[in-house]
T-cell receptor, first 110, second 116 residues
């Protein structure tokens, strides 16, 4: 699976959009981009995933560049409860384990 | 959505004893379950992949005789930490892949193990 690079930390004001970038320049054609988050002392929570098209669900939007070498997770209206570590993971075969990098610690403040 | 539970949520044990952690998929069948370990301020580290009815596959550096994994049914996997020592104190998290084959991997809430 391709390696991902994320900034170690980001800050966001409550109510504003949080845009979390992820670089995956070595991604191959059959690999998906997944986003999970982990709130302190809890198990990771699935947010969204995509292959090449932009995706949106009730939690977030995922924007994948046309060359698929990077993506951005957008939380449209961040709240204090969105404070967490966000992990961008690239995975090919669906049955294999998710491998976590260091992620981005997002701090949302009022 | 699919729910994965873990029991216990936290456990304290004495050095040299064994501890069993259960991971259950509550509303779906999981042919594959994964066990992770997370030390403070670090990311999750994959320990092993568990397939129902077969032996677990351990990641490099994880002692299979110390971390016994059993996946006896499609809804239950157990991790037994044998002869626990203080350095085994960690947050243990399991996840399960839906037999239905969608792309999501569902995670349990984690078990905090403290070895004194």
């Amino acid at each position: 699976d391709a390696k991902t690079t994320q900034p170690p930390s980001m800050d966001c004001a409550e109510g504003r959009a949080a845009n979390l970038p992820c670089n995956h320049s070595t991604i191959s054609g059959n690999e998906y981009v997944y986003w999970y988050r982990q709130i302190h002392s809890q198990g990771p929570q699935y947010i969204i995933h995509g292959l090449k098209n932009n995706e949106t669900n009730e939690m977030a939007s995922l924007i994948i560049t046309e060359d698929r070498k990077s993506s951005t997770l957008i939380l449209p209206h961040a709240t204090l409860r969105d404070t967490a570590v966000y992990y961008c993971i690239v995975r090919g075969q669906a049955g294999t384990a998710l491998i976590f990098g260091k992620g981005t610690t997002l701090s949302v403040s009022s | 959505g699919a729910v994965v539970s873990q029991h216990p949520s936290r456990v304290i044990c004495k050095s040299g004893t064994s501890v069993k952690i259960e991971c259950r998929s509550l509303d779906f069948q999981a042919t594959t379950m994964f066990w992770y370990r997370q030390f403070p301020k670090q990311s999750l580290m994959l320990m092993a992949t568990s397939n129902e009815g077969s032996k677990a596959t351990y990641e490099q550096g994880v002692e299979k005789d110390k971390f016994l994994i059993n996946h006896a049914s499609l809804t239950l996997s157990t991790l037994t930490v044998t002869s626990a020592h203080p350095e085994d104190s960690s947050f243990y998290i399991c996840s399960a892949r839906d037999r239905g084959g969608n792309h999501e991997q569902y995670f349990g809430p984690g078990t905090r193990l403290t070895v004194t």
